[in-house]
């Protein structure tokens, strides 16, 4: 019912930026929380960040002001803006959304910071 297709991932510098991109299509209506997340090679899938659909971003405490989600509610598509990035941000990251009782996933995209 419900496909996520992320975007934006790539190979990057110490200290550059990446503007990650998740757009939802399918039966999508009402009110629902979208979010990011990231898994790193040997370790677990973490949060990022949630936003709601008024546009509340919720984020995690390390990467706080680091990490900006926002949302685009007319296209069901959240962003993630990185700044600053690091080797140990390098992950596969993940969008997922919140509707009808049920979570969907995206394949994920790839974040290689490296010099």
């Known amino acids: 019912q419900v496909q996520l297709v992320e975007s934006g991932g790539g190979l990057v510098q110490p200290g550059g930026s990446l503007r990650l991109s998740c757009a939802a299509s399918?039966?999508?209506?009402?009110?629902?929380?979208m979010g990011w997340y990231r898994q790193a090679p040997g370790k677990e899938r973490e949060l990022i960040a949630t936003i709601t659909s008024g546009g509340a971003g919720n984020y995690a405490d390390s990467l706080r002001g680091r990490f900006t989600i926002s949302r685009e509610n007319a296209k069901h598509t959240v962003y993630l803006q990185t700044n600053s990035l690091k080797p140990e941000d390098t992950a596969v990251y993940y969008c997922?959304?919140?509707?009808?009782?049920?979570?969907?996933w995206g394949q994920g995209t790839q974040v290689t910071v490296s010099s």
């Open positions: 399918g039966r999508i209506f009402g009110i629902y929380l």
């Open positions: 997922n959304i919140a509707i009808s009782s049920r979570i969907y």
